[in-house]
């Protein structure tokens, strides 16, 4: 992989449920410390084309690639699913998702939380994951909410947890579906703290958001996804200072 290569790339990606078309053909990457948000109105394909790039969802035409190596599908058209088992583990393991309603498991402790993936799906020791998980905790904030269950946290807490919990899978890129949609206006500036700093540091990222706030604070480009199309893409001084679609200026307008 050289320095250009995308961590993540899709290129003309359709998907359809059944007869209807809800991705038309979308290319969308992300190179190693790009932080691109994805908007668009509710229905677009967003989270759609999110679960596609970590392959949750089937898709039936156009490719993926993770750091250059194209996944390998069977079959073709709403047949075709991937080949190579090995290879869809490797590539979700390596783009953790964050998702709106945190997906925590009620009935482990936090700590424990953060630990399953790595201890159970990529087989590491417990003792080796342990520390790491601390650490990440720590470094959401929450390093003290170790021991207890997700219901006695806050939503702006859990959704900090689920944070460490992609973190602590130490992937090559983080996919967020609206991580603040689910919380009050008082915790989202929590989780959008931890957001920036994780851009800070220079992580690679792909943000499904409708905060046009963050969005432009923290990503280096923007894509705005229209019914399955990309109808309009950009830095973000461009895209939010200067839309130049009818829909984009029409859907800007009706997010303030
Ligand atoms: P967004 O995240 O932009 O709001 P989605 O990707 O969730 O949009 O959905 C895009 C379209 O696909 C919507 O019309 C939605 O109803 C439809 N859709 C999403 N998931 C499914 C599914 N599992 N089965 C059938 N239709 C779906
Ligand atoms: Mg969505």
Request: hydrophobic share 40%; net charge negative.
């Amino acid at each position: 992989m050289t320095p250009s290569t995308p961590v993540i790339a899709i290129r003309d990606l359709h998907k359809s449920y059944g007869s209807l078309e809800v991705l038309k053909g979308v290319d969308i990457e992300a190179r190693r410390g790009d932080v691109v948000s994805l908007i668009g109105s509710s229905g677009s394909g967003k989270s759609t084309l999110l679960r596609c790039a970590n392959l949750l969802e089937d898709s039936q035409q156009g490719e993926v690639l993770f750091k250059g190596e194209a996944v390998t599908w069977k079959g073709t058209g709403h047949s075709r699913r991937p080949s190579d088992a090995k290879q869809v583990l490797r590539i979700r393991t390596n783009l953790s998702m964050v998702f709106q309603q945190f997906n925590l498991w009620s009935h482990l402790t936090i700590l424990q939380n953060v630990m399953e993936a790595p201890v159970t799906v990529m087989r590491r020791a417990p003792s080796e994951v342990e520390p790491r998980a601390r650490d990440y905790l720590a470094k959401v904030g929450i390093g003290d909410k170790c021991d207890v269950y997700p219901a006695q946290l806050s939503g702006g807490q859990q959704q900090r947890a689920a944070i460490a919990r992609a973190l602590c899978m130490e992937p090559e890129a983080i996919l967020f579906d609206e991580p603040t949609s689910a919380l009050d206006p008082e915790l989202e500036q929590e989780v959008v703290r931890v957001i920036k700093a994780l851009a800070e540091e220079g992580r690679t990222m792909i943000i499904v958001t409708h905060d046009m706030k963050m969005a432009r604070e923290v990503s280096n480009h923007v894509v705005f996804l229209h019914q399955g199309l990309i109808e309009e893409e950009g830095p973000p001084e461009t895209l939010f200072g200067n839309p130049q679609s009818e829909r984009l200026r029409g859907f800007l307008t009706s997010t303030q």
